[in-house]
């Protein structure tokens, strides 16, 4: 009799077992959802914890992946400080944005956000290195880039990459691209005509962007074009911040419209 009541004891927990497993567990799908609503809320880092409890789950989930390249992506931008440790902190997260850009791309090469993912994390990544690494990730940035633009012709993200891309290699001149050319092997060509066009297509498809505007301006200080420049940095401050990065962006605006101040000044 006692060995029928603990038989039946061990069955009806079993029971309770089996029950409760699918409640209790949350599902990959569910923990991205969660990601996704701290998103919203402008908190990154418990995103990104979200997402990170989701891949554990779908080690090979696509969005899953290219959400937790961005999420490392934004942790880092968002971080303050100065110091050997805070660079070393940042760069290590911006090395694990590479790395899940490159898995989510592995996943599904069709799909624009893994390729653009890859872009921002070598972007970032290199600018911490030395000239000849920069110089070899440029080709790489600017095809993950192109194929970006070339899946989802409205990734105003994408674009934007392409306008600083293009800002960027015009930004080496002359004679610093021959002598670079010399030591580093062949540079890429960029062109302040092409960062114009492309960052105003980015607004063109996303208007409420601070960080559009901003790139713009700065592409408009390069181009000579101050008052045009002086529009788009008051616009970052005009628009109502709409990312946990805005209020950065909004900073950085400002900045902008002093050093045109101080030009104008001189200039006088």
């Given at each position: 009799m006692p060995g029928k009541c603990l038989k039946a004891i061990l069955l009806l927990v079993t029971g309770f077992s089996l029950l409760a497993g699918p409640v209790l567990a949350q599902t990959a799908e569910e923990f991205l959802r969660?990601?996704?609503?701290?998103?919203?809320?402008?908190?990154?880092?418990?995103?990104l914890e979200e997402y990170l409890k989701a891949l554990e789950i779908e080690p090979k989930n696509y969005e899953v992946l290219w959400k937790v390249s961005r999420g490392y992506l934004d942790v880092a931008d968002l971080m303050t400080g100065t110091g050997k440790e805070i660079e070393k902190q940042k760069y290590d997260m911006y090395v694990k944005a590479e790395r899940y850009a490159r898995q989510a791309m592995a996943v599904n090469p069709n799909n624009t956000w893994g390729h653009f993912y890859l872009s921002a994390a070598l972007g970032k990544k290199v600018l911490m290195l030395g000239k000849k690494e920069q110089i070899d990730a440029?080709?790489?940035?600017?095809?993950?880039?192109?194929?970006?633009?070339?899946?989802?012709?409205n990734n105003d993200l994408a674009y934007h990459?392409?306008?600083?891309?293009?800002?960027?290699?015009?930004?080496?001149?002359?004679?610093?691209?021959?002598?670079?050319?010399?030591?580093?092997?062949?540079?890429?060509?960029?062109?302040?005509?092409?960062?114009?066009?492309?960052?105003?297509?980015?607004?063109?498809?996303?208007?409420?962007?601070?960080?559009?505007?901003?790139?713009?301006?700065?592409?408009?200080?390069?181009?000579?074009?101050?008052?045009?420049?002086?529009q788009e940095f008051n616009k970052c401050l005009e628009l109502p911040e709409a990312s946990a990065k805005d209020k950065q962006?909004?900073?950085?605006?400002?900045?902008?419209?002093?050093?045109?101040?101080?030009?104008?000044?001189?200039?006088?």
């Open positions: 969660s990601g996704d609503e701290y998103y919203a809320k402008w908190e990154d880092q418990k995103a440029s080709k790489e940035v600017k095809t993950a880039v192109d194929k970006a633009i070339e899946l989802d012709p990459a392409l306008g600083r891309w293009h800002r960027r290699m015009a930004e080496i001149g002359g004679a610093k691209r021959a002598l670079g050319s010399l030591i580093y092997g062949s540079i890429p060509k960029g062109s302040f005509d092409e960062s114009e066009k492309w960052l105003k297509k980015a607004i063109e498809l996303k208007p409420d962007y601070i960080n559009h505007h901003l790139e713009l301006g700065r592409t408009y200080v390069a181009l000579k074009k101050y008052d045009l420049a002086s962006y909004k900073e950085e605006a400002r900045s902008e419209l002093a050093a045109l101040a101080r030009k104008g000044t001189k200039d006088e």
